[in-house]
């Protein structure tokens, strides 16, 4: 449900902005989370599992590297 109201009252962190740095983070956190899913199924001896869990930490580090840079880019600014 979208709110037409801004939030950043509460946080101190315009919406928009707030968005990008949770976006940020929670792909950043994804990465580290796959890994120990990785060594999960790795230890149960589920190569299925662990080879999907493989294929995923890519598009979230890329995630968490383009927010990474449109924050320090607007930071800058």
């Known amino acids: 449900m ?3 109201s ?3 009252t509460v946080t101190g962190t315009k919406d928009k902005d ?5 976006f940020t983070e929670a792909c ?3 990465a580290l989370r796959l890994e120990t ?3 999960d199924a790795d230890r149960d001896g589920d190569s299925e599992l ?8 890519k598009e979230s580090r890329k995630g968490g590297e383009q927010g990474k ?3 320090a880019s607007r930071l800058r600014g």
């Not at 707030?18 to 949770?22: A, F, K, R, V």
């Open 28 to 30: 950043l956190s994804n």
């Open 6 to 8: 801004e939030t950043g």
């Open 50 to 57: 662990a080879d999907f869990f493989r294929r995923a930490p």
């Open 69 to 71: 840079q449109l924050l």
């Open 37 to 39: 899913y990785i060594q």
């Open 18 to 22: 707030y968005n990008l740095i949770w």
């Open 2 to 4: 979208a709110s037409s």
